[in-house]
């Protein structure tokens, strides 16, 4: 009898001990599954995120992918103008890296108008957006007009030769004179580079600054060249950012860059047209 109740408790006690182990490995399993489970979950809530992801993708002539490149965004403006006149734009222009080249375009018969922005987020061409001043900056705007002739494009370029007009010498460096010129508390210091005249302006109490940013124009183009007008260009340059112009004739057509406040930043969007 005691034989028997001790083989009943030991059978017992090895059915126990079973279950239980199979409950630890159940468990164990359990464990080891569930940051699988969790990666699980993750990736399913991270699949419509990737969904709604755009890849980069190049510029193209609907407007509605962002440009990657300025050369993209530049192609994507001059399709926008929808003019059969012969023009050209600026290879690039000086924007900060991360930044957006966007514009506004305005075509007619014999004349197109561009008006160049920087932007922090990408803004396609001319979106309404841009008529806020704090969706972008205004780099410099681009007018381009044809003529009946060549004649009479070139009578729109305000082509001096400084050296005929008189004035007062002044030595500008690496070889160039110009001339002063003062009059209605203006100062004006002239001098020509091939087909171009440029000039500086700053007012007559403050002499030295004309001087000053005329010895920078002159600096920045010995490493930088201007277009080649045909007929003639004109660069006005201003020391207090408010009449930077700069003109030139390319036969028929008339370019002029306006609206841009710094005049070496003016000159170096000029000089991005040089081709």
Known sequence: MKKLLFAFMLF????????????????????KD?????????????????QNEKPATN????????SITQAEALKNIK??????????????????EGA???????????????????????????????????????????????YGSTKEANEQIAFENFS??????????????????????????GWNEG?????????????EAGVKLAKQAIQFLETHMLPVPKQNGSAHLDVYETGNLIVWQDETLVYTLDTIKDPLKALEIATAFYH
């Open 195 to 207: 087909r171009w005249a440029i000039a500086t302006h700053t007012r007559t109490d403050n002499p």
């Open 100 to 146: 957006f080249l966007t514009a506004t375009t305005k075509a007619e018969n014999q004349q197109v108008e561009i008006i160049f922005y920087e932007s922090e987020q990408y803004l396609p061409i001319n979106d309404i957006k841009l008529k806020n001043p704090e969706s972008a900056t205004v780099l410099a705007r681009l007018t381009v007009k044809q």
């Open 59 to 66: 510029g193209n002539n609907d407007n509605t992918v962002a």
């Open 79 to 96: 399709d926008q103008l929808k003019t059969n006149l012969p023009i050209y734009l600026p290879a690039k222009l000086p924007i900060p």
């Open 12 to 31: 017992s006690f090895t059915i126990i001990s079973a279950c239980s182990d199979s409950d630890e490995k159940n468990n164990t399993q359990s464990e």
């Open 164 to 189: 005929k007009n008189g004035g007062q010498e002044v030595d500008l460096g690496n070889k160039i004179k110009g001339y002063q010129d003062a009059g209605v508390g203006s100062l004006w210091t």
């Open 34 to 50: 569930l940051p699988s489970q969790e990666n699980q979950q993750q990736e399913e809530q991270q699949t419509p995120e990737k």
